[in-house]
């Protein structure tokens, strides 16, 4: 127990050698469990949806459906992949893998208990925004490389949209990083053991804007326009089949609970909770996980998709003037507190 103990929580008193194998095997359990998380995000999210909706959601593959993720992932592996014959090829297939390797480099810094985390940097919180910023590239590559009008315009919505809303999600976490005085993930969480419920309540106007920004950074209901199968068929992957269209399936999963451990590392407390768990230190991370997962399933169950102008409007016009005045407000009160 005590070898375990070292090699997942006190790495450095291993040699240089030692430490990066260590790395590779956190890497490893973290990239597994995330991908067993997304493979059933699916089934959750069509299950809750269904109850709902009055609807059962997938019943006949299993018990229950609990294997129809399995089933899914089945027909898509043999699937025929199509390729348009006016295509560009090379970016056609390199653009799935650039929006599912941002999402799946951005939780290695995210810290699951105090000492386990892939790669604890000190500029964590930066290094999550820059590879939500490169998940980007493989929507807007996409669409461009598709040769669809349908799939350029998903593109050229989704390319509007992270512009707006990037800026609004990176100025909502500027008052956690004055509030901690870092950007370490790690030492974020630790500075919110001072204030009950993390920074929460002092960061309630940044965590509103974040978390709205955080619907529209996924591409997620009600802020889908990149896909709006309504105007655009698929949006951005209408011309995409078997696997590349599950890359960028698995790619939009991913990147909704590396949001969601975003809000919760800055906001919630990470891996605090109210009391102590024995035995299970990651306990208060998943639980706050799975809440937030279900946020995300019930907004897109309610609220129906907004107008383009709607989308734009709310982000340069409300969302980045609130994330400004919770900047100064968090100032003015350290200044008064100081």
């Given at each position: 127990m005590d070898l375990l103990y070292n090699v997942f929580f006190r790495p450095q008193i291993f040699s240089p050698l030692v430490q990066v194998?260590?790395?590779?095997?956190?890497?490893?359990?973290?990239?597994?469990?995330?991908?067993?998380?997304?493979?059933?995000?699916?089934?959750?999210?069509r299950k809750s949806i269904g109850h709902m909706q009055v609807r059962l959601g997938p019943m006949?593959?299993?018990?229950?459906?609990?294997?129809?993720?399995i089933a899914d992932f089945i027909k898509l592996f043999f699937k025929e992949d199509i390729i348009p014959a006016n295509a560009d090829k090379p970016i056609f297939f390199i653009a799935p893998a650039i929006s599912i390797f941002a999402g799946m480099t951005a939780i290695?810094?995210?810290p699951f208990f105090n000492g386990f985390v892939v790669a604890n940097i000190n500029i964590g919180l930066l290094f999550i925004l820059a590879m939500s910023s490169?998940?980007?590239?493989?929507?807007?590559?996409?669409?461009?490389?598709s040769n669809s009008k349908y799939s350029f315009l998903g593109g050229l919505r989704s390319s509007a949209q992270v512009i707006s809303y990037e800026i609004a999600m990176g100025l909502s976490l500027v008052g956690v990083m004055m509030m901690a005085g870092s950007l370490n993930l790690s030492k974020i969480v630790q500075a919110q053991q001072?204030?009950?419920?993390?920074?929460?309540?002092?960061?309630?106007?940044?965590?509103?804007?974040?978390m709205v920004a955080a619907f529209a950074e996924t591409n997620r209901t009600p802020f889908d326009l990149p896909e709006a199968e309504s105007e655009l068929v698929a949006g951005y992957f209408t011309e995409y089949s078997g696997m590349r269209?599950?890359?960028?399936?698995?790619?939009?999963?991913?990147?909704?609970?590396v949001m969601s451990l975003v809000g919760i590392t800055c906001f919630l407390g990470g891996w605090n909770g109210p009391f102590a768990i024995p035995y299970v230190p990651f306990a208060w991370l998943f639980i706050k996980l799975y809440l937030f997962i279900f946020l995300f399933y019930w907004i897109r169950a309610t609220l129906p998709r907004y107008r383009y102008d709607q989308l734009m409007t709310l982000g340069w016009k409300l969302?980045?003037?609130?994330?400004?005045?919770n900047i100064i407000g968090t100032g003015l009160v350290k200044m008064l507190l100081h």
């Amino acid at each position: 127990m005590d070898l375990l103990y070292n090699v997942f929580f006190r790495p450095q008193i291993f040699s240089p050698l030692v430490q990066v194998l260590i790395i590779l095997l956190k890497a490893l359990i973290v990239v597994g469990v995330l991908m067993l998380h997304v493979t059933y995000a699916t089934y959750f999210e069509r299950k809750s949806i269904g109850h709902m909706q009055v609807r059962l959601g997938p019943m006949r593959v299993g018990p229950h459906g609990l294997l129809q993720p399995i089933a899914d992932f089945i027909k898509l592996f043999f699937k025929e992949d199509i390729i348009p014959a006016n295509a560009d090829k090379p970016i056609f297939f390199i653009a799935p893998a650039i929006s599912i390797f941002a999402g799946m480099t951005a939780i290695s810094v995210i810290p699951f208990f105090n000492g386990f985390v892939v790669a604890n940097i000190n500029i964590g919180l930066l290094f999550i925004l820059a590879m939500s910023s490169l998940n980007a590239y493989g929507v807007v590559l996409a669409g461009w490389a598709s040769n669809s009008k349908y799939s350029f315009l998903g593109g050229l919505r989704s390319s509007a949209q992270v512009i707006s809303y990037e800026i609004a999600m990176g100025l909502s976490l500027v008052g956690v990083m004055m509030m901690a005085g870092s950007l370490n993930l790690s030492k974020i969480v630790q500075a919110q053991q001072r204030f009950p419920g993390g920074f929460f309540w002092p960061q309630a106007l940044g965590f509103f804007v974040f978390m709205v920004a955080a619907f529209a950074e996924t591409n997620r209901t009600p802020f889908d326009l990149p896909e709006a199968e309504s105007e655009l068929v698929a949006g951005y992957f209408t011309e995409y089949s078997g696997m590349r269209f599950a890359l960028f399936y698995v790619a939009e999963y991913i990147g909704m609970i590396v949001m969601s451990l975003v809000g919760i590392t800055c906001f919630l407390g990470g891996w605090n909770g109210p009391f102590a768990i024995p035995y299970v230190p990651f306990a208060w991370l998943f639980i706050k996980l799975y809440l937030f997962i279900f946020l995300f399933y019930w907004i897109r169950a309610t609220l129906p998709r907004y107008r383009y102008d709607q989308l734009m409007t709310l982000g340069w016009k409300l969302l980045i003037p609130l994330a400004l005045l919770n900047i100064i407000g968090t100032g003015l009160v350290k200044m008064l507190l100081h």
